[in-house]
T-cell receptor, first 111, second 116 residues
Framework: QKEVEQNSGPLSVPEGAIASLNCTYS??????FFWYRQYSGKSPELIMS????GDKEDGRFTAQLNKASQYVSLLIRDSQPSDSATYLC???????????FGAGTRLFVKA | EAQVTQNPRYLITVTGKKLTVTCSQN?????MSWYRQDPGLGLRQIYY???????DKGDVPEGYKVSRKEKRNFPLILESPSPNQTSLYFC???????????????FGPGTRLTVL
């Protein structure tokens, strides 16, 4: 079992729709959770970080964390073609020194 | 401008020829890390450093060396590169992790390495 798992996609949604990206992790003691966006050929950039169970909203983005189910998700409302990218889920382990990334989900937003 | 820089950005080399990829950050970050990114495998951590002279192995350290003699620099050394080290490499830095703090990682632009 991979430590951080994501559907590879591609996930295709029409412009204006909600895109839902999911991630599960295996280390129950994980403390910090991150969503990075990576455009083709570019470096990852942080979209959202979440630490506590529940929802965290920032503009069109909402991160959801459920530690009991070891599940973290990212919702993108009003999806735009510029949101088309690969989204990486990252989990910081107990102790906080190692970060494990999922393989990423490719998102396509169709105009 | 706060940034992480890497050099070179592109490198084609041959098996066995030692190389170094440099990484430098200007944010006074304690924590630095190297990743490689391969299709379908995502980012995998090679080595990380919690501070000067303190380094530890990530998930895929075989064939790599690092050093942290200065806070701002964290070079990645391939003493005898092999074709399976052909990959896209990213350096990243963040402030020191404390408890469950977020500690966003800032990534460099990447180095695309091809080993023939």
């Amino acid at each position: 079992q991979k430590e951080v798992e994501q559907n590879s996609g591609p996930l295709s949604v029409p412009e204006g729709a909600i895109a839902s990206l999911n991630c599960t992790y295996s280390d129950r003691g994980s403390q910090s959770f991150f969503w990075y966006r990576q455009y083709s050929g570019k470096s990852p950039e942080l979209i959202m970080s979440i630490y506590s169970n529940g929802d965290k909203e920032d503009g069109r983005f909402t991160a959801q964390l459920n530690k009991a189910s070891q599940y973290v998700s990212l919702l993108i409302r009003d999806s735009q073609p510029s949101d088309s990218a690969t989204y990486l889920c990252a989990v910081k382990n107990t102790g906080g020194f190692k970060t494990i990334f999922g393989a990423g989900t490719r998102l396509f937003v169709k105009a | 401008e706060a940034q992480v820089t890497q050099n070179p950005r592109y490198l084609i080399t041959v098996t066995g020829k030692k190389l170094t990829v440099t990484c430098s950050q200007n944010m006074n970050h304690e924590y630095m890390s190297w990743y490689r990114q391969d299709p379908g495998l995502g980012l995998r951590q090679i080595y990380y450093s919690m501070n000067v002279e303190v380094t530890d192995k990530g998930d895929v350290p075989e064939g790599y060396k690092v050093s942290r003699k200065e806070k701002r620099n964290f070079p990645l050394i391939l003493e005898s590169p092999s074709p399976n080290q052909t990959s896209l490499y990213f350096c990243a830095s963040s402030s020191a992790p404390s408890g469950g703090a977020y500690n966003e990682q800032f990534f460099g632009p990447g180095t695309r390495l091809t080993v023939l």
